[in-house]
């Protein structure tokens, strides 16, 4: 059962910034002013340090939180369904993540639809993972997870490296994770339409069609958990039993096991689209992100001899 904490959150999830989303309906641009609410309510815990840094045309923010090592670097690829979002809109979870995993953070602004369409933000990932190992960390110092859409991206991204023959990060996590941009027909979509606070189906039509746009919908990556998942690193995957993307958590979780991937899954009862966000309310979000922090330290522990300057490189 959830606690009280949660329940009278998700409420306020539901009546008001649930609502606000519902009244910006399918435009773009007032989708993206949420963003200024988002934005102007992260409150990352004391000590974090936040620092720019710009890769051969791309930006991203260096986040290290409280207590964070610098022998190891996590990508981080925020939600936003692709037409919204920002490492500035995440940086709260970003840092507690950070501050969990002992581990500084890379968030990366990748460039979003409908101006820049699939493939564009996987090309933004996969550059940001090459310039991390350019900048000396091995891939077995390197982690790579999101939420909502960017866990998505993180699938796509470990495929894709898989299909290159790259270096695979030593673990991947998804936080309520999108793998699914042309069927949307996961059972959830139905079963939890009526409790789901923040996201409905026919908004998940509307962001996909712009994230797909012109490219065809039968290329493999836009549904990449029906892929073969064989050979992909460890990873843990969470999401809200409240939630219309529960299937698309759920069939990731079944289809790696059943490639051999080592899978660490979890449904919270009662808790919603990546609500590890309200971790300053929720006792359950502040567990969840504990619980990743164990997983990743478990895969990637304490070393040395990768860089240390935080400072905004180019």
């Not at 207590?67 to 939600?79: N, P, V």
């Not at 077995?140 to 490296?161: N, Y």
């Not at 039993?241 to 449904?267: C, H, I, M, N, P």
């Amino acid at each position: 059962m959830p606690t009280c904490r949660a329940v009278f959150t998700r409420f306020l999830m539901k009546h008001f910034i649930g609502r606000k989303y519902r009244k910006a309906g399918q435009s773009i641009p007032a989708l993206r002013k949420l963003d200024d609410l988002m934005i102007r309510s992260q409150r990352p815990p004391r000590g974090t340090r936040v620092s720019p840094a710009n890769l051969d045309g791309l930006s991203g923010d260096w986040v290290q939180g409280p207590g964070a090592r610098s022998d190891g670097a996590i990508l981080h690829l925020h939600g936003g369904a692709f037409v919204t979002g920002s490492p500035e809109a995440y940086r709260e979870l970003a840092a507690r993540i950070s501050a969990s995993a002992r581990m500084r953070v890379f968030s990366l602004d990748y460039r979003l639809a409908p101006e820049y369409p699939f493939p564009a933000a996987l090309e933004d990932t996969l550059s940001a993972y090459r310039w991390l190992l350019d900048q000396g960390y091995p891939s077995s110092r390197l982690v790579v997870g999101g939420e909502s859409s960017g866990g998505g991206l993180a699938l796509q991204a470990l495929l894709s490296m898989r299909h290159e023959n790259a270096p695979m990060p030593a673990a991947a996590f998804f936080l309520s994770p999108v793998t699914d941009w042309v069927g949307l027909d996961g059972e959830s979509y139905r079963s939890r339409a009526s409790v789901d606070p923040l996201v409905f189906h026919r908004q998940c039509e509307f962001t996909a069609s712009h994230y797909v746009g012109d490219h065809p919908p039968d290329a493999p990556l836009l549904r990449p958990a029906t892929m073969d998942l064989t050979g992909l690193p460890p990873m843990w995957i969470q999401v809200g039993d409240y939630e219309v993307l529960l299937s698309d958590a759920q069939g990731l979780a079944r289809r790696a096991t059943d490639a051999g991937v080592d899978v660490d899954f979890k449904v919270w009862p009662g808790l919603w689209h990546v609500f590890q966000g309200a971790a300053r309310m929720v006792p359950e979000a502040r567990a969840s992100l504990a619980e990743l922090g164990r997983f990743v330290r478990d895969r990637v522990p304490e070393g040395s001899g990768t860089p240390t300057d935080l400072g905004e490189s180019d």
